[in-house]
């Protein structure tokens, strides 16, 4: 069965300061991975998939396959970047399996 | 422009009532999803259809849950006889189709389920 494990609730970072969201799956097919991401009092929207290969907002994520990893990463975090973020691996017709998310809040 | 749309936002049940909660997915959208969220969760997802068709219903935890989509458009999740358990949020989330390519998922704001 799929699984997507996210290690951190919460991740606190100052402004400026690198960020990096860890998520592992696993996953017996050839995986399709998401994150997405809740701001306050707003919807869950998509922020990036791996297959685009898009760098959205100056967040990248890589997918190793080796490593069963799909880590977010920021050089330099933003405020406006606190939220909380979740992982999600494409199964089946496509359904999403999501990780229980983490929350990155950044402090000024 | 138009997003997923859920109704009610907030619904208080007392345990053992029924409850019917509504999505109206973006139009033109073939897939529908609905996940169950409690509270420090991610989204798990319930069940999935392709316009009226119900393809997966999995998710459902126990038949006490019931979907339906009986025209390929609005949905409609009903819960009988509520449990405690059953408090979340409930997001519904729309797709244009399935496969690689258009599956992006764009979710509703969710109905937040109390049960007392």
């Known amino acids: 069965a799929q699984r997507v494990t996210q290690p951190e609730k919460l991740l606190s970072v100052f402004k400026g300061a690198p960020v990096e969201l860890k998520c592992n799956y696993s996953?017996?097919?050839?995986?399709?991975l998401f994150w997405y991401v809740q701001y306050s009092r707003q919807r869950l929207q998509l922020l990036l998939r791996?297959?685009s290969r898009e760098s959205i907002k100056g967040f990248t994520a890589d997918l190793n396959k080796g490593e069963t990893s799909f880590h977010l990463k920021k050089p330099f975090a933003q405020e406006e970047d606190s939220a909380m973020y979740y992982c999600a691996l494409l199964s089946g017709y496509s359904t999403l399996t999501f990780g229980k998310g983490t929350m990155l809040l950044v402090s000024p | 422009g138009a997003g997923v749309s859920q109704s009610p936002r907030y619904k208080v049940a007392k345990r053992g009532q029924d409850v019917a909660l509504r999505c109206d997915p973006i139009s033109g959208h073939v897939s529908l999803f609905w996940y169950q969220q409690a509270l420090g969760q991610g989204p798990e997802f319930l069940t999935y259809f392709q316009n009226e068709a119900q393809l997966d219903k999995s998710g459902l935890p126990s038949d006490r849950f019931f979907a339906e989509r009986p025209e390929g458009s609005v949905s409609t999740l009903k819960i009988q006889r509520t449990q405690q358990e059953d408090s979340a949020v409930y997001l519904c989330?729309?797709?244009?189709?399935?496969?690689?390519?258009?599956?992006?998922?764009?979710f509703g704001p969710g109905t937040r389920l109390t049960v007392l």
């Open positions: 791996h297959i």
């Open positions: 996953y017996s097919g050839s995986p399709e």
């Open positions: 989330a729309s797709s244009l189709t399935t496969g690689m390519v258009g599956n992006e998922q764009f």
